[in-house]
């Protein structure tokens, strides 16, 4: 208790992590509305509303953290990956399976992936590897640490990407009718995305960069929202994992001093 007491007296930290708290209920909340009011063809660019909105926290402190045009580039660059890897996973199967986009989500990017997965994967990457690297100061472990804490996510994200029609899967599975491919292949994922920021980051090849723990503030209010889609919807092994995630992200993000 004194800890969280103490996340809010300075002035400029008690601000940032009103904010934070409040985005974060904000968006638990609003996930009600996503689960429950049809919005028909307004779905596309409300979609793409809510991936953008909760991508500008991370995106903003990592403008802080580092220097611009580092930022820009990590920025650029974990934009443009995860439509590369994706395009390659839709026309080959690998390293996901056999899936698919809806037309749910707008506009493809090369007929095969949507505009706003650009959006979608930076704070991903930006809160797993700032989490990995905050638990440990060895490259060697955080990097595969990282990548696992981006498949948990996943684990959260895709059952409620499943509900929402937003990709289909050629050959279903027996998670939520999700195939254990999909898990492995974004590993792998996660584990080039890792292995990439950690090269453009690091001082020391094998000892990881102290990250700003509000870098990963995105995935903090991720964590909020897709639990309280999960949790309005009824998928409970995503909302035990997400409540987990979400003291995770919050104990570095609104506790760390």
């Known amino acids: 208790m004194e800890r969280l007491l103490s996340a809010y007296k300075n002035p400029e930290e008690r601000m940032k992590n009103l904010i934070l708290t409040i985005f974060s209920i904000v968006f638990f909340f609003v996930s009600w509305l996503v689960a429950n009011v049809p919005i028909g063809e307004q779905s596309t660019w409300v979609s793409a509303l809510f991936i953008v909105a909760i991508a500008l926290p991370s995106y903003y402190f990592l403008y802080r953290w580092t220097t611009p045009v580092?930022?820009?580039?990590i920025i650029l660059l974990f934009s443009i990956f995860p439509i590369i890897i994706e395009s390659i996973g839709i026309s080959t199967g690998f390293p996901y399976g056999p899936f698919e986009y809806t037309e749910q989500m707008?506009?493809?990017?090369?007929?095969?992936?949507?505009?706003?997965?650009?959006?979608?994967f930076a704070p991903l990457v930006l809160g797993s590897i700032?989490?990995?690297?905050?638990?440990?100061?060895r490259a060697i472990l955080a990097i595969p640490l990282s990548a696992l804490l981006l498949v948990i996510v996943d684990l959260i994200l895709d059952p409620a990407a499943v509900v929402l029609n937003i990709?289909?899967?050629?050959?279903?599975?027996?998670?939520?009718?999700?195939?254990?491919t999909n898990y492995s292949g974004w590993f792998f994922t996660a584990l080039i995305a890792s292995v990439m920021m950690h090269i453009l980051i690091a001082d020391d090849i094998f000892k990881t960069q102290d990250i700003d723990a509000d870098v990963a503030s995105s995935l903090l209010v991720s964590m909020a929202f897709w639990t309280g889609f999960s949790f309005w919807t009824g998928l409970w092994i995503p909302v035990i994992i997400g409540i987990s995630m979400f003291l995770l992200v919050g104990y570095f993000v609104i506790l760390e001093e």
């Not at 580092?70 to 580039?73: K, Q």
């Open 70 to 73: 580092r930022a820009v580039v």
């Open 167 to 180: 990709w289909v899967w050629g050959i279903p599975g027996p998670y939520y009718g999700i195939p254990l």
């Open 130 to 137: 700032t989490i990995a690297n905050k638990i440990t100061n």
């Open 106 to 120: 707008g506009y493809k990017i090369l007929g095969l992936v949507p505009w706003s997965v650009a959006f979608a």
